[in-house]
């Protein structure tokens, strides 16, 4: 396994904000080195199973993920401006494989509010088998230490994720987007963080396309999300950075005061063991009410609902 290994990977799963098709992403990272790869694409597990096989058939370690929504408070607020944080989460064996689908399933049915959202009773009732990282710049922690400016806090929020996920479960996630205005800051302030908390540090790219030469295509993807256009001033925009699928010499180059934070990417990536049982009919087991048939209770059910 290389020196580093990418956490944070979006594909044309993460709807109108990732470019590559799985089948892409993954023969690409064969050829950079990579012998494990995470797909987290935002809110959703759509490409998993794609990604999984596509994963087996390359000789890449598939570890399956998702960047999940997270309300700020209960799931079932549907009236906040704040809407949602951001937080990656991957599953390490079966059992987180199984949480996480729960997780989507359940931010879809009952936390579904402009996005699937989370929040914390469900990560603490479905944590098992999972681990979590601090995300992006949307991500809580990174919000409280950019836009409220509260480090004390920041600490707190910490602690607390480190408490619903369990020790070594709850990473930092530090960036490497030196491009982009604030990151740089904000890995310092996490690596004080880290410090100060014990809580352990990552490398991720949060990449969303192949090559840098993609931008253009990206940048196009975002406006026919946004309904803008190229020529519009003040939109959002990924143009000012890199967020291609960069080799592992490159990142680790730019992270020489951090080793570990790279190490910390393969130790995860070592402890993933996922073995899923495909080509197979995995039925639900529903209990039939007594005198009534299989299609009776199904037509019952259709209709109630």
Same mark, same amino acid.
Request: hydrophobic share 35%.
């Given at each position: 396994?290389?020196?580093?290994?990418?956490?944070?990977?979006?594909?044309?799963?993460?709807?109108?904000?990732?470019?590559?098709?799985?089948?892409?992403?993954?023969?690409?990272?064969?050829?950079? $080195?990579?012998?494990?790869?995470?797909?987290?694409?935002?809110?959703?597990?759509?490409?998993?199973?794609?990604?999984?096989?596509?994963?087996?058939?390359?000789?890449? #370690?598939?570890?399956?993920?998702?960047?999940?929504?997270?309300?700020?408070?209960?799931?079932?607020?549907?009236?906040?401006?704040?809407?949602?944080?951001?937080?990656?989460?991957?599953?390490? @064996?079966?059992?987180?494989?199984?949480?996480?689908?729960?997780?989507?399933?359940?931010?879809?049915?009952?936390?579904?509010?402009?996005?699937?959202?989370?929040?914390?009773?469900?990560? #603490?009732?479905?944590?098992? $088998?999972?681990?979590?990282?601090?995300?992006?710049?949307?991500?809580?922690?990174?919000?409280?230490?950019?836009?409220?400016?509260?480090?004390?806090?920041?600490?707190?929020?910490?602690?607390?994720?480190?408490?619903?996920?369990? #020790?070594?479960?709850?990473?930092?996630?530090?960036?490497?987007?030196? /491009?982009?205005? $604030?990151?740089?800051?904000?890995?310092?302030?996490?690596?004080?963080?880290? @410090?100060?908390?014990?809580?352990?540090?990552?490398?991720?790219?949060?990449?969303?396309?192949?090559?840098?030469?993609?931008? !253009?295509?990206?940048?196009?993807?975002?406006?026919?999300?946004?309904?803008?256009?190229?020529?519009?001033?003040?939109?959002?925009?990924?143009?000012?950075?890199?967020?291609?699928?960069?080799?592992?010499?490159?990142? /680790? $180059?730019?992270?020489?005061?951090?080793?570990?934070?790279?190490?910390?990417?393969?130790?995860?990536? !070592?402890?993933?063991?996922? #073995?899923?049982?495909?080509?197979?009919?995995?039925?639900?087991?529903? !209990?039939?009410?007594?005198?009534?048939?299989?299609?009776?209770?199904?037509? !019952?059910?259709?209709?109630?609902?």
């Amino acid at each position: 396994m290389s020196d580093f290994v990418h956490l944070h990977v979006h594909s044309h799963y993460s709807l109108l904000d990732g470019l590559p098709k799985i089948e892409e992403l993954v023969k690409k990272a064969k050829s950079l $080195g990579y012998k494990a790869l995470a797909l987290t694409d935002h809110g959703n597990m759509y490409g998993a199973i794609e990604f999984y096989e596509c994963c087996q058939k390359e000789g890449v #370690k598939p570890i399956i993920g998702m960047e999940a929504y997270l309300a700020p408070g209960s799931r079932f607020d549907k009236d906040k401006d704040d809407r949602y944080y951001h937080l990656i989460l991957l599953a390490t @064996n079966y059992v987180g494989y199984k949480n996480l689908m729960k997780l989507s399933s359940l931010a879809h049915l009952e936390g579904f509010y402009y996005k699937p959202r989370l929040d914390k009773d469900l990560l #603490k009732q479905y944590h098992e $088998g999972l681990v979590a990282s601090s995300a992006c710049m949307s991500g809580e922690i990174p919000r409280i230490l950019r836009n409220e400016n509260n480090y004390e806090k920041a600490k707190k929020i910490v602690l607390e994720y480190e408490d619903i996920f369990g #020790k070594g479960n709850f990473f930092l996630e530090m960036m490497d987007l030196p /491009a982009l205005e $604030g990151q740089m800051e904000l890995n310092t302030k996490l690596i004080q963080l880290s @410090n100060d908390t014990g809580v352990p540090l990552i490398v991720t790219r949060d990449s969303h396309y192949l090559k840098t030469e993609d931008s !253009e295509a990206q940048d196009i993807l975002t406006c026919i999300r946004d309904g803008r256009t190229l020529d519009e001033d003040n939109r959002a925009t990924m143009n000012a950075f890199d967020c291609s699928l960069n080799s592992a010499k490159d990142i /680790a $180059g730019r992270f020489k005061h951090c080793p570990e934070a790279l190490e910390n990417t393969v130790k995860i990536a !070592e402890r993933v063991d996922l #073995k899923l049982e495909l080509n197979k009919w995995h039925f639900p087991a529903i !209990e039939i009410p007594e005198g009534k048939t299989a299609d009776q209770y199904l037509r !019952e059910q259709v209709y109630e609902k």
